[in-house]
Nanobody
Framework: QVHIVESGGGLVQPGGSLRLSCALS????????PAWYRQAPGKQRDMVAT??????????NYTTSVKDRFIISGNNAENVVYLQMNSLKPEDTAVYYC???????????WGQGTQVTVSS
């Protein structure tokens, strides 16, 4: 059974930073392409960042509103995905979800979500 545990959320002031973590229970993160989504109260769940987990040249993509502020990365040896969030704004407030899409299985597994609140 695949289990995903998210951590790293919390309350931070505008301009601050947080790093979210997504830990996979299996030793095969290299078989997945990770992504981060977020959902604000009353809003739809939107894509934040995706990572094509290529061994030599991983390719990241970001939604326009977070580009140049957020960085998605994966550590295949430790089976952990990260989202480094810098220069945070109140509009970044949301529940953030990690998603792992199996490159060969076609299955997508979701984390439980972690709350990020940006406020003075």
């Amino acid at each position: 059974q695949v289990h995903i545990v998210e951590s790293g959320g919390g309350l931070v002031q505008p301009g601050g930073s947080l790093r979210l973590s997504c830990a996979l229970s299996e030793n095969n993160l290299s078989l997945y392409d990770p992504a981060w989504y977020r959902q604000a109260p009353g809003k739809q769940r939107d894509m934040v960042a995706t990572l094509e987990n290529a061994p030599n040249n991983p390719k990241a993509n970001y939604t326009t509103s977070v580009k140049d502020r957020f960085i998605i990365s994966g550590n295949n040896a430790e089976n952990v995905v990260y989202l480094q969030m810098n220069s945070l704004k109140p509009e970044d407030t949301a529940v953030y979800y990690c998603a792992l899409r199996g490159r060969y299985s076609g299955r997508t597994y979701w984390g439980q979500g972690t709350q990020v609140t940006v406020s003075s």
